[in-house]
């Protein structure tokens, strides 16, 4: 049983980051290449996969694409592909494409052109330099791109407990039935370790592949954007009917379902509990992640360890480990579960996001600017304040905004630890959907995405 939900998992996260990879390419060809209406309203959906939790999602596809969903209404069918394996690698692969299409749209913009132009001046087609020279440079966005997004379908838990078919299950869906409700901790175990040192064997080749992009980059130019030819259009309009019918037409029915019920939602005195005790959870969890990643970041900066290998794997660590894992050694290991414990095991898992986005901030100052902080400085403290923070100060309230955003959103260690008159916005809005007041949940969820939306909007201003 073990093995068959194995393969299963490897399977349907496999062909998702396929799919997200393929969709998310294409799409990053015409952001980086095309100028056209609605190009960055495209890419600011890049935030979505940790922005948007994944729950949220769900209930947006069961909106429009469940039985009674919208799309069903429309054509007066009761068939629906949701509860498949198809509906499930559909489900993460379009849930994950932005993430794809933000690292790559930035990687082709900044492509240097002289190989490339070289090629075509001896005589090389479109073809073969695309192949042979852009490929290869693209390789470690590529890999960047593929890794996190195998793991966010690796360790996929609200996704896979709604829509995975009569008979499949992936590991934390395993995990989770183990130690909760058949209280098999030999099995939780088994479970445990294979997914573990799968996703640690992951994270290892991420690490590798990041080795290439950890210099500093110092200035990049833009180059200017052609306008949507008649020959792009049999290649981009396919995947924007694409991206319209299963990601945002599942995101807007989350509001359009909701919209009902949302006035008695903000009535009810256990959303507002719930409500403000997720910002205050998001709050703290923002600001020790982004503490947290800074200063590693700057450590492995000052001291030249960008190359390390092993010290660019450290923080991905907590990337292989179940979130619903970590939750329940907790839940053991503290004889009772609180808030503040909560706060800390986010911050375990979630502090990498605030890392590498710090660090491709800190990777941009130049070492000219390194060397002349060191000299002209007093100490390392006053150069990392004089010169460090004011330069990667976007990066460290974009950060900060990521990891609010994803604590928001978070219901499954809050779920796993089962916190005493405890609720979350997102655990809350899981409830509302387990007890089948589904246009409840919908207006829940739209007020998580709507959340998450703002704070990431304001930390970009």
Known sequence: MIFKAYFYTLFTALLSTALAVVVGSVASYFTAQRKFWGRNLLLSTSAIPLCVPPLVVALGYVSFFGVNGSLNQFFHSNKAFLYTTAGVIIAQGFYNFPYVLGILNDAIENLPKEQSDAARLLGAGKIRVFFTITLRQLSGSIGAACLPVFLFCFFSFMIILLFSPAGKSTLEVELYHSIRNT??????????????????????????????????????????????????????????????????????????????????????????????????????????????????????????????????????????????????????????????????????????????????????????????????????????????????????????????????????????????????????????????????????GAIIAVLSALIFRGVKK
């Open 183 to 444: 209280l098999d901790i030999s099995a939780g175990i088994k479970i445990a370790l294979l997914e573990t040192f799968t996703a640690l064997g992951i994270v290892f080749m991420y690490a590798l592949i990041i080795k290439k992009n950890q210099a500093p980059s110092g200035i990049t130019f833009i180059k200017e954007k052609k306008s949507l030819g008649r020959s792009d259009a049999f290649t981009f309009v396919p995947v924007i009917l694409l991206i319209l019918l299963f990601f945002i037409c599942p995101l807007f029915c989350i509001f359009t379902s909701g919209f009902k019920s949302f006035a008695l939602l903000v009535k009810i005195k256990s959303f507002w509990n719930a409500f403000f005790t997720s910002i205050w959870i998001g709050l703290l969890t923002g600001f020790f992640c982004t503490l947290l990643g800074f200063l590693y970041s700057i450590n492995v900066r000052l001291f030249k360890k960008q190359q390390n290998v092993l010290l660019q794997t450290i923080p991905f660590i907590s990337m292989a480990i179940s979130s619903v894992l970590i939750s329940w050694i907790a839940s053991v290991t503290f004889r009772s579960n609180n808030p503040l414990v909560l706060v800390l095991l986010q911050v375990i898992l979630y502090w990498p996001l605030a890392f590498r986005q710090i660090q491709s901030g800190i990777n941009q100052i130049s070492l000219e600017t390194q060397m002349a902080a060191a000299m002209l400085s007093k100490n390392i403290f006053n150069s990392v304040f004089r010169v460090y923070i004011p330069s990667v100060k976007k990066y460290l309230l974009s950060s900060f905004g990521f990891c609010f955003a994803v604590s928001l959103g978070d219901a499954t260690m809050p779920l796993i630890l089962s916190i005493k008159n405890f609720n979350t916005l997102a655990l809350y809005t899981y409830r509302l959907a387990g007890s089948y007041k589904f246009s409840a949940a919908c207006a829940c």
